[in-house]
């Protein structure tokens, strides 16, 4: 069960790194085009926002899997290896509390950016289209976090 979980949060991850990968080629193909024949793409910009926020919520998973999150080390690396786990669960805890949370309003600003229609300025783009990939990755946050209190817990 948690390789599989291992496997979807490293392939929502790549989906991250390929959306922000676009993002880059959007961005280089506008400023040759505003090089070569003076009018960049339009709304670049819009799509930098939506494809780096999106990109930003696909990493999260990974992050709290891998381990790689920030931490303060330096503040718990005199405490015995018990205390620092128990500092760690805490940590996990927290995580799936503000993920769930996050995931919880997240889901209330869905609903309310499909019901009043908000787009972009330029390209108008539904803006409620980023919010059911960060949703999924709030989830998996969740589920993530979720594995890492019990691989925590175990360790105490």
């Known amino acids: 069960m948690i390789a599989k979980i291992n496997k979807a949060v490293q392939a929502w991850a790549l989906f991250g790194g390929a959306l922000l990968v676009a993002v880059v080629l959007v961005n280089a193909i506008s400023i040759l085009s505003g090089i070569i024949f003076n009018k960049p793409f339009p709304g670049d910009f819009e799509l930098t926002e939506l494809g780096v926020g999106i990109a930003a919520f696909c990493f999260l998973p990974y992050c709290q899997l891998s381990g790689a999150n920030v931490s303060a080390d330096i503040f718990t690396s005199r405490l015995s290896p018990r205390s620092q786990h128990l500092l760690e669960l805490i940590g996990h805890i927290v995580v799936v509390l503000f993920a769930l949370l996050l995931?919880?309003?997240?889901?209330?600003?869905?609903?309310?950016?499909?019901?009043?229609?908000?787009?972009?300025?330029v390209l108008s783009i539904p803006l409620w289209i980023a919010f059911p990939p960060a949703l999924v990755s709030l989830f998996l946050l969740t589920v993530a976090a979720v594995v890492s209190v019990r691989e925590t817990w175990n360790k105490i």
């Open 103 to 121: 995931l919880w309003r997240m889901s209330a600003g869905l609903l309310d950016y499909v019901e009043y229609s908000e787009i972009t300025g």
